[in-house]
């Protein structure tokens, strides 16, 4: 007798098999035994039976089977007295999973029927609906019902004495409906199966069901039971049911489609004792199928098997395939392999090796019903055949995967066993040490050469301790290595031997820039302290201008200069103050700043930095201020103690020389600003660039387009003309782009062998470059009453700026109203209050003048600075803006070689612009010879090249009236 607990791991064993048909043969064999003894022989029937397993059932094989019914009698004492039926398979099964102990607790009411015999004509049976692997007949399935409908038709049945069910395959595999609303979802051929044991758990049935032969679904049988409410048939309301006593008969009959395998069309009566088989809604009239309990079916009649030559040849494959998955997968081995090696009619009943072939495998249910309704045995040896050599295929791949599996982790433990051995014998040889004192050695090796200071030293002695207690793999022990890696690697106490020599030093710059004399004296200057003081020095400098002057290569030549390390960084749109005083150590990834990581590349305490774009850093972001952060850093009072996030120890950095650059100074901080020490590095004019151009820009060029000297020739005109015409801004960069487009077009002319030597004059440039950018110097060669010609900056350098003014409608002598003044040319504010007090002063100054002249007292004025594209700003266009009204006003003209800078005044005082470099460097560009300064902007003039101001007369003003001295008067 199978108990509840055999009955749960059978169960546990056919839905793993079910859903796992692939598991490992190991695992699955080490968690069932299925007792194999000798064939159980009833004493009572002598009837031979042997209980075996298959991949997807129960198999049971005998010579003829028993039924039992649950009605009382003598097996029921048997049953209470925990006696096991004589004649019934003896099975021994420990459960899968052993967390089911609730359930062993609850009482469940196990039904062992008495011994009968199975009819062989049972045509009425509850159909079984199952979804996959249909069971075979002398095979055994677990099977567990919850549906109430069927669960109630087959307590009734098996309480009747009549323990048999229909087992059916479902059309649909993903329809998990226990009861089917129609035979046509249902599979023609099934199997007839009487049930070995039922266990009862209140809501559902888990039932164990032996099949015994093959039977075709023939129809429908609708029952209705008022007591067991077995199935309740919905009738419509006026619809008068018949009396009890006189109940009618309904007869149907039903057609299925032809089956897959050709069937004929399954034809039958439906017996209905009380109501139709379906019920029509009163409003709608709809149609209302009633679910499938009960089926008639007829027993399949099997052809008679003729012992062929083909039949015993497939029935020898059969037989071998089956030995060759036992070989491969242990996990039907002792099973079938015993059936097999006892069963000696097996081989020549072809009927039970295509149910037993079949049944190993993991084939759909498609080819599991082909093997069912096939009625040809040949062709039925030939599917399970198929089915068994997919079967077979299917373990050697499994095999070959796991053997290469095998193999991989073998070789792998393997590497590592003989990696720790030789490390074992290293150590014992005294060869190689273990990983923790190999860290510490080569730590203690960094400090030897190395000055640390006494408070460091303490640092790094107790973080070499910790490391040395903390175990290898902990995420701790990383954490400290790095961080004493980066203590022990940094340059303490070690610098690089400056050079002294001013000559050597100044020879170095001379060979690398042009020009850019304000730079190199600072630089020979820093070099003449140090040779006083005998020791080297930190500094912190700011080279602010245009782009292109060669601001960042300057930085480059000073460290080669100065035999310093140079180490550049950026901090153009910089956003983290992180990136300078670096994360803390509790964060994930956490490094040093930019500083701490530049001592380590260049492995010197005295290098030179170069801080590039410092007007250019984000500012108030949620990670910080970086230009506050940068206080600290170039504070020559406290970067003597720069204390880095992530190290936490102060690091020295006085001795490092701090280059800064910016194109402009309006955005870098007062603070910041106030700890560097400005340089001016202006832009070029006509000389310097064809200078620039002839000694640097050329050769630098012709060598990395692989050009000779011989090969191509560039005039000078050649360069004056794209320095006019093409490349006016202050730096050379531009006049880079231009000088290298004309060499890769002679590059081409060469290789494409047109010319053998390539001239470049002033008269065939467009052929290399193109139209000229800049076709004339100035925007009046006359200038006409009003317009007056004024000196601006800009980020690119100096420019001429025209200042226009018109009357907006003519004036009479009648008119009395004020007048108006309206700007134009896209001016900022200052500008605009800078215009708005030039013309207040300018009509008091007229007036005082000319007291007759009350033009600008009464007329409606238009100022416009030209190219209203470019936005403008400043109050230095004051003076030129009062020069043209009183200019329109008088209708007398400016000189046209005259230009004028300066800010004006309420009451008249010219005051100091900036800027006055670039300013001089664009009146020379356009042909200006007559300047007009403030007086205070004297010592920057002063400071300018000869070769710049000469040709030019300048007048240093301190008040508007010598300004009209100048142009009106001596006009």
């Known amino acids: ?347 020549e009943d072809p009927v039970y090796l295509c149910d037993l072939g079949a049944a190993i495998t993991g084939s759909d249910n498609e080819e599991f019903q082909s093997v069912l309704e096939e009625p040809n045995i040949t062709k039925r040896l030939m599917v399970t055949l198929s089915m068994l050599k997919k079967e077979l295929e299917l373990n050697r791949l499994q095999q070959k995967i796991g053997r290469e599996v095998e193999e991989k982790v073998k070789q792998q433990h393997r590497k590592y066993m003989l990696h720790e051995q030789l490390k074992a014998i290293k150590r014992e040889l005294g060869i190689e040490k273990d990983d923790k004192e190999t860290i510490e050695e080569k730590f203690r090796v960094r400090l030897k050469e190395k000055n640390v200071p006494k408070q460091i030293m303490e640092v790094i002695e107790e973080e070499i301790t910790k490391l040395r207690s903390l175990d290898s793999h902990a995420s701790e022990f990383n954490v400290t290595r790095n961080y004493v890696d980066w203590l022990t690697i940094l340059p303490w106490g070690i610098s690089s031997v400056e050079t002294l020599d001013l000559e050597k030093a100044a020879q170095v710059l001379d060979e690398d820039h042009y020009g850019m004399d304000d730079v190199k004296k600072r630089i020979l200057e820093f070099i003449a302290v140090s040779t006083l003081r005998g020791t080297t020095q930190g500094k912190i400098l700011c080279f602010y201008g245009p782009p292109g002057v060669g601001k960042t290569s300057i930085a480059h030549s000073i460290a080669k200069a100065l035999n310093r390390e140079y180490f550049r960084f950026s901090v153009g749109g910089m956003t983290d103050v992180a990136e300078i005083k670096g994360h803390r150590r509790t964060y994930i990834g956490a490094m040093p700043g930019k500083i701490i990581q530049c001592l380590k590349k260049t492995k010197t305490e005295n290098p030179l930095v170069l801080i590039d774009e410092v007007d250019k850093m984000g500012r108030h972001s949620y990670m910080g201020d970086p230009t506050s952060a940068l206080l600290e850093l170039l504070d020559p009072e406290q970067n003597a103690h720069f204390l880095d996030h992530y190290l936490d120890v102060p690091v020295d950095l006085s001795k490092v020389l701090f280059i ?222 009062v020069t043209a009204l009183i200019s329109i006003a008088k209708g007398l003209p400016v000189p046209d070689n005259l230009a004028m800078t300066g800010e004006v005044s309420l009451t008249g005082k010219i005051l100091p612009v900036g800027g006055i470099k670039e300013k001089i460097r664009a009146a020379r560009r356009s042909g200006v010879q007559t300047v007009i300064l403030p007086s205070e902007n004297k010592k920057d003039y002063d400071d300018l090249p000869k070769f710049i101001i000469e040709g030019l007369q300048v007048h240093f003003v301190s008040h508007y009236k010598e300004i009209y001295d100048i142009v009106f008067e001596t006009n």
């Open 660 to 881: 800064c650059t910016a194109n402009v100074t309006d955005t870098i901080p007062e603070p910041l600003k106030d700890r560097m020490e400005m340089i001016d590095v202006s832009g070029y004019v006509l000389e310097e660039k064809l200078a620039i151009a002839q000694k640097y820009l050329i050769p630098q060029l012709m060598k990395k387009s692989g050009l000779k000297d011989e090969q191509v020739t560039i005039h000078e005109s050649a360069l004056a003309a794209l320095v006019h015409s093409y490349c006016r801004e202050s730096g050379v960069r531009n006049l880079q782009k231009h000088i290298e487009k004309v060499l890769r077009k002679a590059a081409f002319k060469l290789v494409k062998e047109e010319v053998t030597r390539v001239e470049v004059s002033k008269e065939n440039i467009e052929n290399f470059v193109g139209k000229p950018v800049f076709t004339q110097d100035r925007l009046y060669d006359h200038t006409p009453p009003g317009v007056v010609m004024g000196l601006a900056w800009t980020s690119l350098g100096g420019s001429t700026l025209f200042i226009e003014t018109s009357l907006r409608k003519p004036t009479t002598d009648t008119t009395k109203e004020d007048g108006t003044l309206e700007l134009t040319g896209q001016l900022g504010d200052v500008m605009k209050e800078s215009a708005k007090i030039a013309y207040t002063f300018a009509k008091i100054f007229l007036i005082e003048k000319d007291p007759s002249n009350k033009f600008l007292i009464s007329s409606h004025l238009h100022l416009h600075v030209p190219e209203g594209a470019t936005p403008k700003d400043g109050p230095s266009a004051g003076c030129t803006i």
């Open 1 to 347: 007798m199978l108990g509840s607990r055999s009955l749960r791991s059978l169960d546990l064993i056919q839905s793993r098999i079910h859903y796992r048909k692939y598991l490992p043969s190991f695992q699955l064999l080490d968690r069932i035994q299925i007792r194999k003894s000798n064939p159980i022989t009833n004493e009572k029937t002598g009837v031979v039976s042997r209980f075996t397993r298959t991949n997807n059932n129960y198999c049971y094989s005998h010579q003829s089977a028993r039924c039992f019914s649950s009605s009382g009698g003598k097996n029921d004492d048997d049953d209470k007295k925990g006696n096991n039926p004589k004649g019934e398979p003896e099975v021994e099964a420990s459960a899968l999973d052993e967390g089911d102990d609730q359930s062993q607790q609850t009482t469940q009411q196990t039904i062992l029927p008495a011994t009968v015999t199975v009819p062989d004509v049972w045509p009425q049976l509850p159909v079984v609906a199952i979804s996959r692997n249909p069971v075979f007949p002398r095979f055994i399935k677990i099977i567990e019902l919850t549906e109430p409908k069927i669960v109630e038709l087959v307590r009734k049945k098996v309480r009747l004495g009549q323990p048999y069910v229909g087992v059916f395959l479902k059309r649909d595999q993903g329809c998990v409906k226990e009861v089917v609303s129609s035979i046509q979802e249902l599979h023609n051929v099934g199997t007839f199966c009487n049930i070995v044991e039922l266990q009862d758990l209140g809501d559902k049935l888990r039932m164990i069901v032996m099949a015994h032969r093959r039977i075709r679904l023939i129809g429908q049988i609708v029952v209705e039971d008022s007591d067991n409410n077995i199935t309740t048939p919905t009738t419509t309301p006026s619809t008068t049911p018949p009396d009890n006593d006189k109940r009618r008969r309904f007869r149907r009959r039903w057609k299925s489609t032809t089956s897959e395998n050709s069937e004929e069309p399954i034809k039958s009566d439906i017996r209905h004792p009380l109501s139709p088989v379906s019920s029509v809604s009163e409003e709608q009239g709809t149609f209302f199928p009633i679910p499938v309990l009960m089926i008639e079916t007829e027993n399949i009649k099997g052809e008679k098997i003729s012992m062929t030559t083909e039949v015993k040849a497939l029935v020898q494959e059969v037989v071998r395939t089956i030995r060759d998955i036992i070989q491969l997968n242990p996990l039907y081995r002792e099973s079938v392999q015993s059936v097999i090696i006892h069963g000696e009619r097996v081989v």
